[in-house]
């Protein structure tokens, strides 16, 4: 079983729709979970991270972790072209660790 | 301030030579990771180092080595590059006091035939 799981899509989503994105974690431990955004050809840039139950927001992202559940999500609201990417999930055992264990990333398609 | 930069960005090697990928970062942090991306792999730790002068494994360290030359550079060394060692490799840095958020270089794609 690998460690964090993400759908490999692709994932379309119209314009202007919600986009939303899954992540599934095994180490129940885990206390600090990322998402990252990897456009085609560059590097990963981290765009949320989430440390409690709940939700998190900022600006058109909302990052959503469930502990209990061992899932975390993200939404992108009033989705854009540009925010066509592959979103990459991250959990960390514990804040500070230093050692990010990725997903296999999810590729979303915003369709104009 | 030009972040974290590798080099080369790109390389082909043949199997059984060697070769450093270099990577520098400019914003003085203090830890510094090396990575490696596959296709349907995610990303995945080879080593790190959470200061000048230290390194430790990572996920998958088998076949390389670090150097940690200052708090600037973190090098990687492939001694015999194999053709499973062909991968596109991110080195990131993450500031003191904030080791959850990691900044990525642009990465270097390899190919070993």
């Known amino acids: 079983q690998k460690e964090v799981e993400q759908n490999s899509g692709p994932l379309s989503v119209p314009e202007g729709a919600i986009a939303s994105l899954n992540c599934t974690y095994s180490?129940?431990?885990?206390?600090?979970f990322f998402w990252y955004r990897q456009y085609s050809g560059k590097s990963p840039e981290l765009i949320m991270s989430i440390y409690s139950n709940g939700d998190k927001e900022d600006g058109r992202f909302t990052a959503q972790l469930n502990k209990a559940s061992q899932y975390v999500s993200l939404l992108i609201r009033d989705s854009q072209p540009s925010d066509s990417a592959t979103y990459l999930c991250?959990?960390?055992?514990?804040?500070?660790?230093?050692?990010?264990?990725f997903g296999t990333g999810t590729r979303l398609t915003i369709i104009p | 301030n030009a972040g974290v930069t590798q080099t080369p960005k790109f390389q082909v090697l043949k199997t059984g030579q060697s070769m450093t990928l270099q990577c520098a970062q400019d914003m003085n942090h203090n830890s510094m990771y090396w990575y490696r991306q596959d296709p349907g792999m995610g990303l995945r730790l080879i080593y790190y180092s959470a200061s000048e002068g230290t390194t430790d494994k990572g996920e998958v360290p088998n076949g390389y080595n670090v150097s940690r030359l200052n708090k600037r550079e973190f090098s990687l060394r492939l001694e015999s590059a194999a053709p499973s060692q062909t991968s596109v490799y991110f080195c990131?840095?993450?500031?003191?006091?904030?080791?959850?958020?990691?900044?990525f270089g642009p990465g270097t794609r390899l190919t070993v035939l």
């Open positions: 180490d129940r431990v885990s206390q600090s």
């Open positions: 990131a840095s993450s500031p003191p006091g904030d080791t959850d958020t990691q900044y």
């Open positions: 991250a959990v960390m055992p514990r804040v500070g660790n230093e050692k990010l264990t």
